[in-house]
């Protein structure tokens, strides 16, 4: 019995390592070919390793402001839906009224729709209000498309504060806002950095929303501009490229580090992430 | 699986509603905290949705004529006497079935399988580069697996080296190439889901089932997979609604091309709103989009609903 479990679990470590090789290929070829001199498309070790194509890209136009731009546009996205998030899920967690089982069924409804279909009217509507081109604009759309899975994690994790603790602070003569702020979400400090940060890095990796709703380069965040390395020339610089990417994905993946430590598993989030 | 899988539930501890003008008040204002997410949500989710139900029936164009007027479901007609728009359905349900439904899904499922047997480190490290992957920003992974699939990337390196022929394969299999992709980016999903979901089925279960002298393929189809079903279908459907608004990876690897070879209805949307200016049909061919995206959502809801 022993010794056929030994060779099941040689069988399977095969063929996960084989799985995780073909994972890891277009992933190696991306950390390769931003330290290398003379980088093509195929993965290799570096020809002629070379932090140039690192100091070629941190430049203004090309790193600085588009990051800039992405940081302004997600943080501040992040920050709407976050704070409207947690303002919404304290009533649906803690009162019953008949409207509160439609309006969470509508929200669930909400967080798996399509917003790629949605872009067009919403183009065509932000032409109408004068909004198109403009960072606020775009990240108030983009807090929006990401509010109802925010609301609906955001209630989740609020269920999960005892109402005792809160009573406490009423006694004292805490009014419902009061506790919300001072009791509540410091309880639930984890759930609420959880929200934070997936919605930030869904937000960051969007290309969709803000290649629709913004128009001049200077506006653009990292994920539209990354497009400007296959100028009009034919010729791209694929290690300048993938050195560009490099940077760009880096704060998505350590966030994403941080938070499934914090959530133990790493997978509360579930449906979460595809919304 | 929090999201998906938690059940609509009512608080039942909260205090009965009663009636009054200061408790109407006060009913007021506990529901206020609900105003600044509902307003958001009436204005860019709720508005445009409307907006593309009324303008789908119109022959609206980008170069804002003056007045748009209504065509009735002359924009469908012509979408599905349209060879582009065919052509888009047809890739969209290749790219739908090949890279959720049986990529995604079955690798996914497999790998979860293979975890619970691997060693720890193995384990560890699959885990780690899959989810790598799944975290890699849209265009980025387009990037990668555009760098993969190219004539001089690493896929022909590899064939090479096996001594097999090689191909341009974004040129002669481009909505497989672009399929692959998904694969790669998407399966994590999967496969986290499938792994929560197989930790907590009862080991007793299979175990008894392998004593019967079940085998370990006849143990997965007859004792897991049917312990597991709610997760599938959670599963299927949210890769299902995920993929069919894939846009920015396609568009990094092919940008709909070679000629419409790759061009799912996302890109064929964006293609006819903005290239074509006509902002009408291409609404329309949201529509169509959004409707068949609803009704995956629909389903969705009562596979949840169920659940209470």
């Given at each position: 019995m022993r010794r056929r479990g030994g060779r099941q679990r040689h069988a399977a470590d095969v063929a996960l390592l084989l799985v995780a090789g073909a994972f890891l290929l277009p992933l190696a070829w991306l950390v390769s070919a931003s330290v290398d001199?003379?980088?093509?498309?195929r993965a290799s070790p570096p020809r002629e390793p070379t932090l140039e194509n690192y100091r070629a890209v941190l430049t203004e136009e090309i790193t600085f402001t588009p990051m800039a731009n992405s940081l302004l546009l997600c943080g501040g996205a992040t920050l709407v839906t976050v704070c409207c998030a947690a303002l919404a899920a304290y009533p649906l967690s803690r009162y019953r009224s008949r409207l509160t089982r439609p309006y969470l069924l509508t929200i669930l409804f909400a967080t798996s729709l399509p917003i790629t279909a949605i872009m067009v009217p919403v183009y065509g509507l932000f032409v109408r209000v004068e909004l198109v081109d403009t960072l606020w604009g775009t990240a108030l759309f983009l807090a929006t498309a990401q509010l109802p899975i925010a609301v609906w994690l955001m209630k989740s994790f609020m269920d999960g504060v005892p109402r005792s603790l809160e009573e406490a602070a009423w006694t004292d003569g805490a009014s419902p806002a009061q506790s919300l702020v001072r009791v509540v979400l410091p309880l639930m400090a984890p759930g609420v950095l959880v929200v934070t940060v997936f919605s930030f890095v869904a937000m960051w990796g969007n290309f969709f929303v803000p290649f629709m709703l913004l128009l001049t380069p200077e506006n653009m965040p990292a994920s539209v501009s990354v497009?400007?390395?296959?100028?009009?020339?034919?010729?791209?610089l694929y290690g300048q490229l993938a050195a560009f990417s490099m940077l760009y994905s880096t704060p998505a993946v350590l966030l994403y580090v941080l938070v499934s430590r914090r959530i133990g598993t790493g997978f509360t989030l579930g449906g979460a992430v595809k919304g | 699986m929090s999201a998906p899988t938690t059940t609509v539930r009512l608080d039942k501890r909260s205090a009965p509603r009663g009636g009054g003008g200061a408790r109407r008040r006060t009913a007021v204002a506990r529901w206020l905290p609900l105003g600044p997410a509902t307003a958001l949500l009436l204005l860019f989710l709720a508005g445009p949705i409307v907006y593309c139900v009324v303008i789908a029936f119109t022959d609206t164009q980008l170069s804002g004529q003056e007045s748009a007027s209504f065509v009735g479901l002359e924009n469908f007609r012509r979408a599905f006497a349209d060879e582009g728009f065919r052509n888009a359905v047809w890739l969209t349900l290749v790219f739908t079935v090949l890279s959720s439904i049986l990529g995604q899904n079955v690798l996914g499922l497999g790998l979860a399988v293979l975890m619970r047997r691997a060693s720890r480190p193995v384990r560890s490290l699959t885990g780690a580069v899959v989810v790598t992957a799944w975290v890699v920003p849209e265009v980025v992974a387009g990037f990668l697996l555009y760098a993969f699939f190219r004539e001089e990337g690493t896929l022909n390196a590899i064939t090479a080296f096996l001594g097999l022929p090689g191909q341009n394969w974004l040129f002669t299999l481009p909505i497989l190439a672009v399929s692959f992709a998904n694969v790669w980016r998407g399966t994590a999903f999967s496969m986290l889901v499938y792994s929560a979901a197989l930790s907590e089925v009862p080991d007793e279960l299979r175990e008894s089932a392998q004593l019967d002298g079940a085998g370990p393929v006849r143990r997965l189809w007859f004792v897991t997979l049917p312990l597991i079903r709610r997760a599938i279908g959670t599963n299927l459907l949210l890769n299902t609604l995920q993929t069919l608004s894939v846009f920015g990876l396609i568009w990094a690897m092919t940008r709909g091309g070679p000629?419409?070879?790759?061009?799912t209805l996302p890109l064929y949307m964006y293609e006819q709103a903005f290239r074509n200016s006509l902002i009408g049909y291409g609404t329309a061919v949201a529509l169509v989009l959004l409707l068949v995206g609803g009704l995956f959502a629909a389903v969705y809801l009562r596979l949840l609903r169920e659940e209470v």
């Open positions: 001199a003379r980088a093509d498309l497009f400007t390395f296959f100028g009009n020339t034919g010729s791209v | 000629g419409n070879r790759s061009q």
